[in-house]
């Protein structure tokens, strides 16, 4: 299996098709924006806030990995923060579109071009998991997780 194969396989297992772990699509399946929205007092962020930070991220990686210029931002800056408003279900749209595009690209892009990306791209589809695995403990915790599929492993 080359790089091309490994980096489309973290992309899938952290965003449509549930592997090893729970990937995005089934994490915030059928959630309402208002239990997206609420914060349990014993964690920092919503489940809205974890994705709106996912969506920071792997928004920029992309247009950069698209060699598309991308401000720079305070160091300050919340990426957990809905800075555009965006209503819940459009942030899930959008995210979902930016995972698509980065499927894409991979699929197209050169050799050189995903050797050079590869260690970058590996480390945000972990960082994914990582926080996609904070969604589905804050469901849990909330009882909003139901009887979603199971996983591999």
């Known amino acids: 299996m080359g790089v091309r194969e490994i980096l489309l396989e973290q992309l899938q297992s952290v965003y449509d098709e549930n592997n090893w772990f729970v990937c995005f699509n089934v994490a915030v399946k059928e959630l309402t924006e208002a239990e997206a929205t609420a914060k349990k007092e ?3 962020y ?18 950069r990995f698209c060699g598309k210029e991308v401000p720079e931002l305070p160091r300050h800056y919340n ?7 965006i209503s819940w ?3 899930i749209s959008a995210f979902q579109m930016v995972m698509s595009e980065f499927r894409a690209e991979i699929k197209t892009c050169s050799d050189e071009k995903l050797e050079i990306w590869s260690e970058t791209l590996s480390h945000l589809f972990n960082h994914n998991a990582y926080h996609i695995g904070q969604i589905v403990n ?13 996983v591999k492993g």
Request: glycine share 4%; no cysteine.
């Open 79 to 85: 990426t957990f923060q809905n800075h555009d408003h």
């Open 46 to 63: 919503s489940i809205a806030e974890l994705v709106h930070h996912l969506y920071f991220y792997n928004e920029r990686y992309l247009n």
């Open 89 to 91: 279900n459009r942030r």
């Open 42 to 44: 014993d964690h920092p």
């Open 138 to 150: 804050l469901r849990k915790q909330s009882g909003w997780w139901g009887t979603n599929p199971a």
